[in-house]
């Protein structure tokens, strides 16, 4: 039998009315956020002069400088720093660990092999100069065990030489659980009860703003993240932000720009407003996108697919992952959410070979801002057993809308059944 759309959308209706008070923890998180983002803002007396921009060296730049304290104490920290000049995360990333880290230091990564574009930075898939371990630095990755952090594992490996011990909040592309700030705050509490030196650096991609607390509550000593995920807003067209101890930042910033210049330079012309508005609705845009892969979680699992996080488990970063078994099945999915898309409708997504991956590897994005997974995006390893990962989405209904084109497809194409 072919079900009509109609019997779609009150299949989804139904389920959405059961997991109304999963959403009504989200909106408490984003009314907390929403607060905290707009004291900074208050506290910081912007005015419209902020919003302008410096050109050339940037020089006294008002409005980069007070947004630097608008981050740094919505993020809980000393000091930070919110910079177009950033391509992205990683950039924002590796600039922190090439700041940080000198000749014969070691980095032990607590979460496992971190997200993939870090890979090329420490120098495990890369052959540039540049990486990590070509400038005499060891990298030790301690695994995870079932989602939790292998803690006698990360205590044994812990010598004189250990200068930063990094966490990564996000499950990436894994099937691990995201990890919350307090669960990981013991383990900081820890390490800085062995050593009160060791840099405690985490890389919060795709976990700001998802809890009310972020990872310097609990004694982060660096974070660092994209402006085109979560605290962008889906209005910063780039960037990226570094936020911790004023002392770290300083030399990370000696870095990444010079010597002696560091981070009171670099023109903001035309940029400043999108990045204060963007974050300024970024805990509302990250509650829509969560409480829309609550409901896909929730549509999903009904339909008998495995996924994680599930609908009523808490979330800790805004990645959803389902199982789907079936190649047609993820094919199906990622050409929906492609054709939902407000950008790129008419593309169709085809699997292809990227690098650092054993087996192609599908994706769906159709995005204002170019590869903005804060913006509905999906993608997955064409291989058994077929995990597709949904991230983002700038209003909810925008990915019911998706999830109801996803269904009607793959009814249409006969993979599944609703009643
Ligand atoms: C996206 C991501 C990065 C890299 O950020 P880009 O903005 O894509 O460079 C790093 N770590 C995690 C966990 C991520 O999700």
Redesign the pocket.
């Known amino acids: 039998m072919k079900c009509k759309h109609s019997n779609i959308i009150k299949f989804i209706n139904r389920i959405e009315e059961k997991i109304k008070s999963e959403f009504a923890k989200h909106d408490d998180i984003a009314l907390h956020n929403q607060s905290k983002v707009l004291t900074a803002f208050t506290k910081n007396n912007v005015s419209e002069g902020h919003l302008y921009g410096s050109t050339g060296y940037g020089y006294n730049d008002m409005g980069r400088n007070t947004l630097d304290k608008i981050y740094a104490e919505i993020f809980s920290a000393e000091a930070a720093i919110v910079r177009g000049q950033f ?5 924002a ?1 590796s600039a922190s660990l090439n700041g940080l880290l000198f000749s014969n230091d070691e980095i032990i990564f607590a979460t496992g092999m ?2 993939d ?2 890979h090329k930075v420490v120098g495990w898939t890369s052959c540039s100069k540049h990486t990590l371990i070509n400038k005499g630095i060891k990298p030790i990755v301690i695994p995870l065990n079932s989602s939790k952090i292998n803690l006698d594992f990360l205590v044994e490996n812990i010598n004189e030489k250990t200068k930063i011990v990094y966490f ?1 909040k ?1 499950m ?1 592309y894994t099937s691990r659980s995201a990890l919350s700030n307090k669960e990981l705050g013991e383990v900081y509490k820890l390490l800085k009860e062995i050593n009160e030196d060791i840099i405690i650096f985490v ?1 919060n ?2 976990g700001e703003f998802v809890e009310k607390t972020e990872p310097c509550d609990y004694g982060a000593d660096v974070i660092a993240g ?1 402006l ?2 979560n605290p962008g807003g889906g209005l910063a067209p780039w960037g ?1 932000y570094i936020a911790g101890k004023e002392k770290y930042i300083d030399q990370i910033m000696d870095f990444a720009v010079a010597p002696g210049l560091g981070k009171d330079m670099g023109g903001t012309k035309d940029i400043l407003r999108y990045f204060y508005q963007g974050v300024f609705i970024a805990p509302s845009i990250v509650k829509q996108s969560i409480q829309g892969s609550i409901l896909l979680a929730a549509v999903m699992k009904e339909l008998g697919f495995n996924v994680s996080p599930s609908f009523g488990e808490p979330r800790f970063d805004i990645i959803q992952s389902i199982t789907l078994n079936k190649k047609d099945l993820l094919l199906s999915f990622c050409e929906s959410i492609q054709s939902a898309s407000p950008i790129d409708s008419l593309a169709k997504p085809i699997p292809g070979d990227l690098p650092g991956y054993d087996s192609p590897v599908i994706m769906a994005a159709g995005t204002f801002i170019q ?1 903005a ?1 804060i913006e509905l995006s999906a993608d997955g390893p064409v291989k058994y057993p077929y995990n597709v990962y949904v991230q983002g989405g700038l209003t909810y209904e925008h990915i019911k809308v998706a999830i109801i084109k996803v269904l009607n497809q793959m009814i249409e194409h006969g993979l599944i059944n609703i009643n």
């Open positions: 391509v992205s995360g990683t950039h990333i971190p997200y574009t870090l990564q996000s990436g890389d991609c795709y994209s085109i995920k990226g590869g997974s």
